[in-house]
């Protein structure tokens, strides 16, 4: 019984892995707490990435109550650096790594772009395919203290993702 509480536990929260920014430095994910969390899951080959990267890059400026982070699944650092070069932008928000996606064995991802919304304690709230406008207007048009997630989980967007381990993403 207490096995099964901790793996469920475990799968409800920011998973805790090593993982490299693009300066080459290592940092653990889920030592970005006390802050909401939108992370945005990506790769070089999905559809629909290069607007929403932009738009996450001027959503980082104007939120800084927000960690923004991007996370490259199935690219290295310099297949990232190309990408950004490609879509014009300096990113102002934080990217990690993520070569052989080890975010799937705690989050199945079923889209690409997707993105993960998690509150300050790193507790995850939802999933949603891409980037949905919705979204990015709820949390552009919130100031620091008025972001509610559970009003950004009620809006009846589809809901893609339970924390639950799954198959092995498929790269390529």
């Given at each position: ?43 070089r080959t999905c ?80 999933a949603y395919p891409?980037?949905?406008?919705a979204i990015l ?36």
């Amino acid at each position: 019984m207490i096995l099964l509480f901790v793996s469920c536990t475990q799968r409800e929260v920011i998973p805790p892995l090593s993982l490299e920014t693009l300066d080459g430095s290592r940092v653990y994910l889920n030592q970005f707490k006390g802050k909401k969390i939108v992370l945005y899951v990506w790769s070089r080959t999905c559809v629909g990435h290069s607007e929403q990267l932009k738009l996450l890059n001027e959503l980082s400026e104007k939120r800084k109550d927000l960690y923004i982070i991007s996370y490259a699944v199935a690219m290295v650092q310099e297949d990232v650096v190309k990408s950004y070069k490609d879509i014009g932008i300096s990113p102002k928000f934080l990217t990690v790594l993520d070569p052989e996606v080890k975010f799937n064995e705690y989050y199945r991802i079923v889209f690409l772009p997707s993105t993960y919304l998690f509150d300050e304690r790193g507790r995850f709230i939802k999933a949603y395919p891409g980037l949905p406008e919705a979204i990015l207007s709820k949390l552009n048009s919130s100031s620091s203290n008025s972001l509610l997630l559970s009003s950004i989980v009620s809006s009846g967007l589809t809901f893609i993702s339970l924390p639950t381990k799954s198959w092995a993403f498929v790269k390529g």
